[in-house]
């Protein structure tokens, strides 16, 4: 194997030894997060994991305690098994690959597929497709042979999402995501047309305008109280997110083109911010309400289209970040899925 680790072979341990730092000298799992190769990817997560199984040795003996003194100049000898098998079932589902290379892989999500195998969704997810799109290129993520997903997008919504093939990529692409250095960006249709001359948004708490007529959108969201499929907006011990919007095209006073992008990515946000902000997503059967299109402000088609909308009108977009190898910026565009452009192009139709 090249790189950072020993040669070894196929009855072998992979091993890495790993030489504390100057200055670096601290309990065991923090001098180690401290002087591993940064190439070798390996978490301080993992390490811990490692330091537990018996696989983290100094001078022919095993140490199993984290709160281990490690020493400046210590030579420390990490065993590292191969990438292994999951469980998950790997299944030839066709895929649209935007871009791919020996570290990540960006995919246009379509509508009704899961990212995630769960209880209720155990297969035909993106995992599932990306188990056997990838197959020996996955080089590891945390020692199981997987994608790293490091965000998602809901099951009805459509789009762009990033995985990562290996450690280093993982590890990388997530520290951006925590940081808030990617550029997601999102079109919506929502009900009626946000605007900063709405009394009634600038007297909704968490709603302010900035330069350029974009909407800011910032509160804490946590999981309802009684319905837990939901989350809700909160004041009080919830997670921080922040949704800006603009609008791109107004349909009369009934609809409206947005596009949204996050500073933070937690569950439902978009949908959940633009319902707190009165302008539900056409089609959100979970946060849109009961509105109604009006046929006489639209066309009948636009409004019949919009009202029978069978999802959440929602595309991811855009996706920009820095590859996390290389540190070559890489952005990509998605155009908007079938639906979603025949349900613009109804409501672009003009009265007579």
């Not at 730092?21 to 490692?50: H, N």
């Not at 450690?167 to 550029?183: P, S």
């Not at 309802?224 to 800006?244: L, S």
């Not at 996390?324 to 998605?334: G, H, I, K, N």
Request: proline share 6%; net charge negative; with cysteine.
């Amino acid at each position: 194997m090249s790189g950072p680790f020993a040669d070894a072979s196929e009855d072998e341990d992979i091993t890495l030894q790993v030489t504390i730092a100057d200055g670096c000298a601290d309990r065991l799992d923090k001098a180690l997060a401290r002087s591993v190769p940064e190439e070798a990817a390996l978490s301080r997560t993992r390490l811990m994991k490692m330091i537990a199984e018996g696989a983290v040795w100094r001078g022919g003996e095993a140490l199993t305690d984290p709160k281990t003194r490690a020493e400046d100049g210590d030579v420390i000898t990490l065993f590292l098994d191969p990438p292994v098998s999951v469980d998950t079932l790997a299944e030839d589902i066709p895929l649209t690959v935007i871009y791919e290379d020996d570290h990540l892989i960006v995919v246009d999500k379509p509508v009704g597929m899961v990212v995630h195998p769960a209880p209720g969704t155990p297969s035909g997810t993106l995992v599932n497709a990306l188990l056997a799109h990838c197959g020996d290129t996955l080089s590891g993520i945390g020692g199981e042979r997987r994608p790293g997903i490091v965000h998602r997008i809901d099951k009805d919504t459509s789009g762009l999402l990033v995985v990562a093939k290996s450690d280093k990529a993982h590890h990388g692409l997530a520290t951006q995501f925590e940081r808030h250095d990617v550029n997601r960006r999102y079109l919506a249709l929502v009900h009626a047309v946000p605007s900063a001359a709405d009394p009634r948004l600038r007297g909704i708490k968490g709603v302010t305008f900035e330069t350029g007529g974009i909407i800011k959108i910032a509160t804490l969201l946590a999981r309802h109280k009684t319905d837990r499929q939901r989350q809700a907006v909160v004041w009080h011990d919830g997670r921080h997110a922040v949704t800006r919007v603009r609008v791109l095209e107004a349909f009369a006073d009934q609809a409206a083109l947005v596009e949204c992008w996050l500073e933070t990515g937690r569950t439902h946000q978009i949908r959940v911010h633009m319902a707190h902000a009165g302008h539900g997503l056409l089609g959100d059967q979970t946060y849109g309400g009961k509105r109604k299109l009006s046929p006489k402000a639209l066309t009948p088609l636009a409004a019949d289209t919009g009202n029978s909308f069978p999802r959440q009108a929602l595309h991811a977009a855009t996706l920009g970040f820095t590859h996390p190898v290389t540190d070559e910026w890489l952005e990509f565009t998605s155009p908007l899925p079938e639906d979603m452009a025949a349900l613009l192009d109804a409501m672009r139709i003009p009265q007579e």
